[in-house]
């Protein structure tokens, strides 16, 4: 099925609707790394100051727990970084995109 050439208003909606939901995606994830640093925080918190640190050290999963911990912070804000790139490549192809342009 061949699909006809999007009108200029549908273009735009398209693009409208795409960026945001790009937009909702980065607002998500943005919340979802700080709620993850605000837990672990928390957590790290609680376990100095009832001296937990020690039981887990002794596990030798202390300094484990901190690179999960790195690792999985960096990677979300990485992927909010990632995001926001696509946002501004989806906004520049609203710009260039010829159908975008208004007939007069």
């Not at 700080?34 to 100051?49: D, G, H, S, V």
């Not at 790139?85 to 609203?94: F, N, P, R, S, V």
Request: hydrophobic content about 35%; some cysteine; overall charge negative.
């Amino acid at each position: 099925m061949e699909r006809k050439k999007a009108s200029w208003e549908e273009s735009i909606e398209r693009y409208k609707k795409l960026l945001e939901e790009v937009k909702d995606l980065i607002h998500h994830n943005t919340l979802l790394a700080e709620y993850y640093q605000i837990t672990n925080k928390e957590f790290a918190y609680l376990i100095y100051e009832h001296n937990l640190y020690e039981i887990m050290a002794e596990a030798n999963k202390l300094k484990d727990y901190d690179r999960n911990f790195q690792f999985m912070y960096f990677s979300l804000k990485g992927q909010v970084e990632q995001l926001n790139h696509l946002q501004q490549e989806l906004t520049d192809l609203l710009i260039k995109d010829p159908s975008n342009c208004p007939d007069n």
